[in-house]
């Protein structure tokens, strides 16, 4: 695909993503214009990632938007392809890297990560990059991503970027466009309260800060938490005390609103 640039010896950076930009992409875009001579910014919204089709016809598509952003912050090529070009057929390849694809999201949405590594993959070897940018919101999805590189031997690196935040420290993510605006305010609490969690930690267990971080959020109306883990930021297992790891990460999904809106956040409460 990028054959000219190759010849010529260029860097490229790929940051995939399913459109809807917001400042969150903006800063993976940016990277890797830093750190490459080429960046290439895909837009697709995979189907085959999506367990609920309601959630797939729901995701925002703005790729006029989104093209004029990504011109304005400097990258190479949008590469906006159609289902066909991705799947020309159906894609029946599968996936497994226990745990890190079966607990959490894995659990709850199945067959979640398998789309995601089929999509990837392809990317991947549709673009060839020599690094490659994922936003550290989808926590998860990264380390599912680097065990993928590893068995299937991608020859580049994957670059972890944090969490974007607005002010109030909700963390940036395209289904945010979703919420009503007194949704939004409430969906703050997620953030505020996994912060206030990392001070609760230091004289509590790990057991009684996780389930303080769930009876806190479920006390406020409107929001729901589906599950707070906290787990091995390597391979996310669980883990049962403060001491069982030198990096050690909560993972939280919400339920958001009238119509809820599932909204899911992270935490590091030691990093190596
Ligand atoms: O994080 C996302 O937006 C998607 O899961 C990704 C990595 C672009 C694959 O469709």
Redesign the pocket.
Known sequence: MLGGFRAEGKSVGLV???GALHEGHASLVRRSVNENDVTVV?V???PT?FNDKNDLAKYPRTLEADCRLLEGIGATIAFAPSVEEVYPEPDTRSFSYPPTDTVMEGGYRPGHFN??CQ??SK?FMMVEPDRAY??EK?FQ?IAV?RRMVEDLQFPLTIVPCPIVREESGLALS?RNSLLTADEKELATNISRVLFISRHYAKNHSLEETRQWVIDTLNALDGLEVQYYEIVDGRSLASVQSWDDSDYIVGCITVFCGQIPVRLIDNIKYQEP
């Open positions: 995939p993503t399913m895909s697709f919204v995979n990632q789309g995601v999509v990837v990317l994922f936003g989808d999805q991503i395209s």
